[in-house]
């Protein structure tokens, strides 16, 4: 009910009827549980956006621990890109370098920490070239048909860090 007055009648001794007002508490409990439903609702969408929040947060946390290393992984390519080149040449039969046990450790277990660390390489086969994960050097005129548009050649391996690429694969490919 709204904000009415009621008129009761009142008989006093005389037999004489008194209008008396009296106010209605309906209209105030209306008002009062409109304003419980609008603060509760503001409560629910600040829980809401609270809860949003803490879930943000911990999931940029996760992923700030997961790519902590990764500037320092990165300055640490090069130096396996060495040790792969030293590899290579050393595996030639033609070389008159070898790669000594104690290097070969060395390798095996720098390879080993990164992988741990969720360093993983770009397999790069004969493939057909993506420019999402491959850097393209140069082209080179190929016969076969089938080549072209294919990797050739690689230059430079590409490296994922927890399937984020932190560096691509520099490759030639056939034209």
Avoid: C, W
């Avoid at 005389?14 to 304003?35: F, I, L, P, R, Y």
């Avoid at 039969?93 to 720098?110: C, D, M, N």
Wanted: proline share 2%; charged share 40%.
């Amino acid at each position: 009910m709204s904000k009415k007055k009621k008129l009761a009648d009142k008989s006093d001794k005389n037999g004489t009827q008194d209008q008396v007002e009296t106010k209605s508490t309906d209209g105030a409990n209306s008002e009062d549980t409109n304003e419980v439903s609008e603060l509760k609702d503001k409560y629910l969408r600040l829980f809401a956006e609270f809860d949003n929040y803490k879930k943000r947060t911990a999931r940029e946390r996760l992923d700030l621990i997961r790519t902590a290393s990764e500037d320092l992984v990165v300055r640490l390519l090069p130096v396996l890109d060495d040790f792969d080149r030293a590899k290579k040449n050393a595996d030639d039969p033609t070389s008159a370098e070898t790669f000594s046990e104690g290097v070969s450790l060395v390798y095996q277990k720098l390879n080993q920490i990164l992988e741990s660390k969720g360093l993983k390489a770009m397999d790069i086969g004969e493939t057909e070239f993506d420019p999402e994960l491959h850097e393209a050097i140069t082209k080179v005129p190929v016969k076969d048909e089938k080549m072209k548009n294919k990797i050739i050649d690689h230059i430079e391996k590409g490296y994922f860090l927890n399937d984020k690429i932190i560096r691509h694969a520099k490759v030639v490919i056939g034209e």
